[in-house]
């Protein structure tokens, strides 16, 4: 559990403005949408995780099924919570 508390996971919500949702993310980190339907869910991650390999995979992903477009207006994942959260976990310990 205390993966999830690094990770600083927060739901993302239509009702909070863009503004506010720039303003929950630390210098140093940035805003990840994770979710295999309509449902996503935001993630927190220290910006460093995107140059590791494994994350790498995940944005690879993102490419094939959105290009540059991303529909939430953040960087969208298009896998699975659990996977993503197990990817990051090993990240976390490296």
Do not use: W
Not at 58 to 85: K, N, R, W
């Amino acid at each position: 559990m205390a993966f999830r508390q690094i990770l600083k996971r927060s739901l993302s919500s239509e009702k909070r403005s863009n503004s506010t949702r720039r303003a929950d993310v630390p210098k140093g980190y940035c805003a990840v949408y994770v979710g295999e339907c309509e449902y996503k869910q935001r993630f927190v991650i220290p910006v460093s995780y995107l140059n590791h390999p494994s994350f790498q995979d995940l944005l690879s992903q993102a490419e094939e099924e959105f290009g540059y477009c991303h529909p939430m207006g953040g960087l969208t994942i298009p896998c699975s919570e659990d996977l993503f959260v197990d990817v990051t976990s090993r990240l976390s310990r490296s």
